[in-house]
């Protein structure tokens, strides 16, 4: 029972010394609060990840000298009623409505150069009669017939929809396949439309913890060679991009530079973020488009590119009698592509 007060005034005294130690360092600052005390972490302080808040105007310019041809761009939103969005507010280019996809810098680099953008969103009904006594078509696939290349941010296609993209890149026509690292998951029909494409994708994303644009995700990405792609670009951004591949022989465009690792293995990944296979371009990201994203890197040439390789292709539309050729313009004294005037 003797030791009760001794143990009571021991604890007295070693809570006065932690209050009072307290205290002093209080005093001993000067003005209160203890100095915070320096960041140790690296990635904090490396120069190369210091965001830059000035990155200069996007210039997105094309090259190709194709007659007027007509781009169909599938954002990849959900069917609507009769009276829904506007459809080219879902491009940025309208006021209100749906903004789920601003591409306006390859929208506005295709328009001034006289070429048509089209925007396909479903309506409830997805097949209708193509003509009285005909088999049904679906709306996809008649928009694409009056198409000659087509950019799509969706992969959950129906086998009647896939059959008509098929078709589409069998008579010539180009396709950009923008796609994410969680259309593997949220998306079960992707891998059909890569099987389509002659594409592939992985599933995780990219990211690169030693030198990046912003964050860890927005990782960088530098050309395999000399392409009409890659012509320009030095390095692309990509704001969250997935691995994409195909077994075309060097088609391999851009890959994550040193140090990027991938979600899914948390290994170093050099596999590639955009890769072509003769009509078919596909691209990990899809973000990389935007009006902002257009402007960090050289994203703004690679914007550019994909333009030019949209328009100059040898789409053939079903039915037309015979190959069109070359998009290109016509020669002095000669009539314009299909009579009309580019």
């Known amino acids: 029972m003797s030791r009760l007060p001794t143990l009571a005034a021991a604890f007295v005294v070693t809570l006065a010394a932690v209050t009072g130690g307290a205290a002093l360092t209080g005093y001993v600052t000067a003005d209160g609060a203890a100095p915070a005390p320096a960041i140790q972490n690296d990635h904090y302080q490396n120069p190369d990840l210091i965001a830059n808040d000035t990155p200069g105007q996007a210039t997105v310019e ?5 007659r007027s041809q007509t781009v169909l761009v599938d954002p990849g939103v959900e069917p609507t009623s009769p009276g829904g969005a506007f459809p080219l507010a879902i491009l940025g280019l309208g006021s209100g409505g749906v903004a789920d996809r601003d591409i306006r810098p390859l929208a506005n680099a295709l328009i001034e150069n006289g070429h048509e953008v089209g925007v396909y969103v479903p309506g409830p009904n997805q097949r209708r009669p193509a003509r009285p006594g005909a088999d049904t078509t679906t709306q996809l696939g008649e928009r694409l017939a009056d198409a000659d290349a087509f950019v799509t941010f969706r992969t959950d296609y129906e086998p009647d929809e896939l059959d008509a993209i098929e078709s589409f890149v069998d008579s010539g026509g180009h396709v950009v ?32 913890m030693d030198e990046n644009d912003l964050n860890y995700q927005r990782v960088y990405a530098e050309p395999t060679g000399e392409t009409p792609l890659t012509e320009g670009v030095d390095r692309a951004m990509f704001p969250s991009a997935t691995p994409v ?3 075309a022989t060097g088609g391999d465009v851009l890959r994550p530079i040193a140090g990027s690792e991938l979600s899914t293995t948390r290994a170093a990944t050099e596999a590639p973020l955009v890769v072509r296979n003769d009509d078919v371009v596909a691209i990990g990201d899809s973000d990389f ?6 402007r960090r890197a050289d994203n703004d040439a690679l914007i550019g590119n994909l333009a030019d390789f949209l328009v100059t292709n040898d789409r ?20 314009p592509a299909n009579g009309t005037a580019g």
Do not use: K, W
């Open 62 to 66: 094309m090259d190709a000298t194709a």
């Open 177 to 208: 396949l923008a796609t994410e690292p969680d259309a593997a998951y949220s998306e079960p029909g992707a891998a059909s439309l890569d099987a389509t494409l002659d594409v592939t994708t992985e599933s995780g994303y990219v990211y690169n």
């Open 245 to 247: 591949g195909t077994t």
């Open 289 to 294: 488009l935007s009006p902002d994203n257009a």
């Open 316 to 335: 053939t539309p079903p039915g037309s009698g015979g190959a069109s050729g070359p998009t290109q313009p016509p020669g002095p004294g000669q009539p």
